[in-house]
């Protein structure tokens, strides 16, 4: 779920990661505790989600792939939502 919701901001089918947090929450029933799915991969940072998804790709197939712009904030060590 994580990376289809990165997904849909790199299509930008949602504005801001803001935006999917909140419709994920309130719409998909994604567990708020978690701060919906772009505070979730903040939370275990983007590098260690997309490791994840490649071993993934590698077990299952590549619709596991992480999507272009999970790969860039990855490599670039950039979070979703700015640091305060």
Request: glycine fraction near 8%; proline fraction near 11%; aromatic fraction near 12%.
């Amino acid at each position: 779920m994580v990376n289809e919701a990165v997904a849909c901001l790199q299509d930008q089918t949602v504005s801001s990661p803001q935006d999917a947090d909140v419709g994920a929450i309130f719409g998909l029933g994604f567990p708020p505790f978690l701060g919906g799915p772009f505070r979730y991969i903040d939370y275990l940072t983007p590098r260690v989600v997309a490791d994840k998804l490649r071993t993934l790709a590698d077990t299952f197939g590549p619709r596991f792939a992480p999507s272009q712009l999970l790969l860039d904030h990855a490599k670039e060590g950039k979070p979703f939502y700015p640091k305060n």
